[in-house]
């Protein structure tokens, strides 16, 4: 059974940095591709971003040069450090893991179908 737990949400103001982590039970980080996606209320759930099972990072044109994915294969986590916080960045963040070598739908790891496993999210409120 693969569980994953995210933490490091809170409140900062603009301009601020968080670093999310999502640590991973039930299976091998290195074999995964992982992804952070948001959610605003009532709206779809976006992909942030992303690092496949070889390593290469995956970026969503709103956050990069803002945030980066990181994954730390000896404590089965994956970290999304995130900088220069803007108040839209606050909504709910999810972790998400899955077991293929590729993307299976639509051809990207930003994209949400592409993920059998998924956290319960972690809050991020950026302030003005």
């Known amino acids: 059974q693969v569980q994953l737990v995210e933490s490091g949400g809170g409140s900062v103001q603009a301009g601020g940095s968080l670093r999310l982590s999502c640590v991973g039970s039930?299976?091998?980080?290195?074999?995964?591709?992982m992804g952070w996606f948001r959610q605003a209320p009532g709206a779809e759930r976006e992909g942030v971003a992303a690092?496949?099972?070889?390593?290469?990072?995956y970026y969503a044109d709103s956050v990069k040069g803002r945030f980066t994915i990181s994954k730390d294969k000896a404590k089965d986590t994956v970290y999304l450090q995130m900088s220069s916080l803007k108040p839209e960045d606050s909504v709910l963040y999810y972790c998400?893991?899955?077991?293929?070598?590729?993307?299976?739908?639509?051809?990207?790891?930003?994209?949400?179908?592409?993920?059998?496993?998924w956290g319960q999210g972690t809050q991020v409120t950026v302030s003005s």
């Open positions: 690092i496949d099972s070889d390593g290469r990072t």
């Open positions: 039930g299976y091998y980080l290195s074999s995964y591709s």
């Open positions: 998400a893991a899955d077991y293929h070598k590729s993307p299976q739908y639509g051809g990207s790891w930003l994209g949400s179908n592409e993920y059998v496993y």
